[in-house]
């Protein structure tokens, strides 16, 4: 368990690495914003069209196999980088990022494989901790490095810190994690969209997934322009955006990896997840009339434990809704999904950022999130689908 939330945590770190250095990576290459909105795109684009390719070779190959790739591309990824000289290698390496990050598939799967459905929230609440404290450590790492001098800002450090730890998550997997797929459970790998199409059959994995990409369409907008948003709204700097992100992370990794378990039980996984989307649909909504710290605080703090409660408990539930012998392939679709989420969020925020005002992308996100609660409301507890059904 310990290897698999140090693969989530880097592919995270990776991910948020990024978010207080958009504003010194347009003044290094010359750069416009929306070129710069690009690099959030560019990496979830390539996560989208790889998780199910990870996934369903985790069904096929092993979970351990794909980990282990995975992770040593990644280090490669983050060497790329960091020593990055034109804009296109900067692009290309968050593209190489994206697709090794694709395996969080696989250890959503792992997960799955070791957990009994009783369990499920709790392991993959771990998974979500791994996800905050990697967003915890990306920003704080990338803005402090940084600092705030556009012209001689350190952009090579944090890409190889990120490279050293995706070396140690491999070389743990190598020596330390066990397969924990069955002999004789692989199965026969099959196409993409024949795998989406026979998951969005399923009317409550539908609503599921529905509910996935609308939140994550929201929260990625509100991600990808928090540091422009603020440098206006506040005249900050990247150190100050990275330490907002540090305040969400902890607080979403608190709930994730302490209190998710006890809550799941006590009130079930669908009462979190609908309670998770309100506090985030609040949370957006306040972030776009903050005017002071203390509104601030209150907005991110909603945010922070909503999407604490929503991302395990729809996790968890998404994965009672696959059989056990395709739990890499769903995982790779729900996973895909988010992906796409995370390519058009940052986009249609950027484009909204600019047409109608910096408040604009949190109320659209309030609304997304808005619907999401709707169809949420309507999902009913799933039952754990056994093998061939």
Known sequence: MLILFLIVFIDLVGFGLVIPLLPFYAERFTASAPEMTMLFATYSLMSMLASPIWGRLSDSVGRRPVLMVSMAASAVAYCWLAFATQLWMLFAARAVAGICAGNIAAAQAYIADVTPPEKRAKGMGLIGAAFGLGFIIGPVVGGVLAGNDLAH???????????????????????????????????????????????????????????????????????????????????????????????????????????????????????????????????????AGARDMAVLLVSVSALAIGMGAMQPSINSLISKSAAADEQGEVMGVAQSIGSLARVLGPLIAGALFDAFGRNSPYVWGAVLVTAALLIGLRVQRPVTVTAGE
């Open 153 to 287: 800002a350190d952009l090579r450090t944090p890409g190889l810190i990120a490279a050293g730890l995706s070396l140690l998550a491999c070389i743990g997997v190598l020596l330390v994690l066990r397969e924990s797929l069955a002999p004789g459970s692989t199965r026969p790998r099959r196409g993409r969209l024949t795998t989406t199409r026979e998951a969005l059959t399923r009317p409550t994995l539908a609503r599921l997934l529905a509910v996935f990409f609308l939140v994550i369409l929201a929260f990625s907008g509100m991600e990808a322009i928090f540091a422009w948003w603020a440098m206006k709204q506040f005249g900050w700097g990247p150190r100050s955006t990275g330490f907002v992100f540090f305040y969400v992370g902890v607080l979403s990794s608190l709930m994730q990896g302490g209190l998710i378990g006890h809550l799941s039980r006590r009130f079930g996984e669908e009462r979190l997840m609908q309670t998770g989307l309100a506090l985030i649909a609040g949370g957006l909504l306040i972030l």
